[in-house]
């Protein structure tokens, strides 16, 4: 497997890591906490490709915890119940070590989802480390930033991303093979944007391009220079401005191409982005929004194939992974369309605002004491399965808004099945 730079030389030790002196340095917090070994939850805001994984990896490592990683993108309630479940089997068995839990872009995580986290870090079942690009101030719930510690990492200065290229030539197994000279910088770092992963990616480009694989030589000499890196790498970047409006316009002519359901324009866009150096998990991370909110359950598959997809490039990486969304995209553009589920939550969040915290029907509400089943909680519950076809017509809806209908159907082979088994069910209490 072709493991990228940035993998191969992520450092193993606080000694190791480039930068960020104020946590890792002699003095550092994170340091003082290494050797004290009591590692409160913390939070790492700062931007992308900085080395906020590979941070709370060293933590893991250094203070030999149990490592457990979950990205936010595509983890929910559930998983984060399972790695609790996990901690609290383990507990006892690691004292004071307990499991460190990192959730890379835990901004993105909803309340509720934030909220699952609260008990077991209250309690310390695991130590959290959560990494955000965002200001944790907006985006972390106040219970949970609450007992967690805020550590600002500060972008690359042009010295750190120098001696990042210099460590990478130096050490890693690769790049060893060749006699590479840095004779000039200032492209390679301007075009990385400060980002250390995609600073090493283009390192790597830059030099297995210019390589000549007929060569007798014992060790290629390679020469990085401006024009060289520019060659190689910004003619097909300058047209593609992922800060800038040309960004926005692909990616809206890539989704929208899409929804029109023409691959070979999905296609080309996608080709723009790829060649433009658009990370590869943002695309994927839009095809999975799309498969839901533009195909749905007109075709169930897409949602499957899109988080696929994004597993998968995330695990395997550039450039083999541009064949994994091509797929994707084909798959997605061919698709019939419906975005009923869409249009059906938004329905239902406008009709929550204009009708406030409706009063759950009592036969509905959950009565685990005696109490409130002598209250009426749980009374006249008509349990489905108990009923031919496991179905009964009852009421769960607050009778303020009994018979709304939320979802109609969209016009297309699956979902006029289920209108027409919704249909059967329900007769005319709600228009499907």
Not at 37 to 55: A, C, E, N, Q, R
Not at 151 to 165: N, R, W
Not at 387 to 406: Q, R
């Amino acid at each position: 497997m072709n493991i990228p730079l940035a993998e191969r030389i992520r450092p193993k030790t606080l000694q190791e890591y480039l930068s960020q002196q104020h946590l890792v340095g002699e003095t550092g917090a994170l340091t003082k906490q290494l050797q004290s070994g009591m590692i409160p939850s913390m939070l790492f805001w700062g931007p992308p490709g900085i080395g906020k994984t590979t941070l709370a990896t060293i933590i893991a490592s250094q203070s030999q915890r149990p490592f457990y990683q979950l990205s936010a993108v595509d983890s929910g309630v559930a998983a984060v119940r399972e790695i609790i479940e996990k901690a609290k089997k383990a507990e006892g068995l690691f004292t004071t070590k307990n499991p460190i839990l990192f959730i890379d872009e835990i901004h993105r995580f909803s309340k509720s989802q934030q909220d699952s986290l609260l008990s077991a870090v209250e309690k310390g079942l695991v130590t959290l480390i959560g990494a955000t690009t965002e200001n944790p101030s907006f985006e972390v719930i106040p219970a949970l930033l609450s007992r967690c510690q805020v550590y600002v990492l500060q972008s690359f200065s042009k010295k750190d991303l120098e001696d990042l290229l210099k460590r990478a030539i130096a050490i890693d197994t690769v790049l060893m093979k060749y006699d590479i000279e840095l004779q000039e910088t200032q492209a390679i770092l301007r075009l990385s944007g400060g980002d250390a992963r995609k600073l090493l990616n283009i390192l790597e480009l830059v030099v297995i391009s210019e390589i000549s694989h007929t060569s007798t030589d014992e060790k290629q000499k390679v020469v990085i220079t401006n024009k060289m890196v520019q060659h190689k790498v910004q003619k097909n970047t300058v047209l593609y401005d992922k800060t800038g409006d040309q960004h926005y316009d692909i990616v809206s002519a890539f989704i929208k191409s899409i929804r029109g359901s023409d691959p070979n324009a999905a296609i080309y866009w996608l080709a723009r982005m790829i060649e433009g150096g658009e990370d590869i998990t943002f695309i994927a991370r839009r095809l999975v929004i799309l498969a839901s909110e533009d195909i749905g359950n007109a075709n169930p598959n897409a949602l499957l194939l899109a988080n696929a997809t994004f597993q998968s490039v995330t695990s395997i990486g550039f450039p083999e992974s541009s064949i994994i969304l091509s797929q994707c995209v084909i798959y997605l553009a061919s698709s019939v369309k419906s975005n009923a589920s869409y249009l059906a939550i938004k329905k239902g969040q406008q009709l929550v605002k204009q009708t406030g915290d409706l009063s759950v029907p009592f036969s509905i509400r959950n009565a685990p004491t005696k109490l409130m089943k002598e209250l009426g909680y749980g009374e006249n519950y008509a349990y489905a399965h108990d009923y031919e076809n496991a179905f009964v017509s009852h009421e769960f809806l607050p009778k303020e808004i009994v018979g709304t209908t939320l979802y109609q159907a969209g016009n297309n082979a699956k979902e006029n099945q289920l209108k027409a088994y919704l249909k059967g069910l329900w007769k005319d209490k709600y228009d499907f």
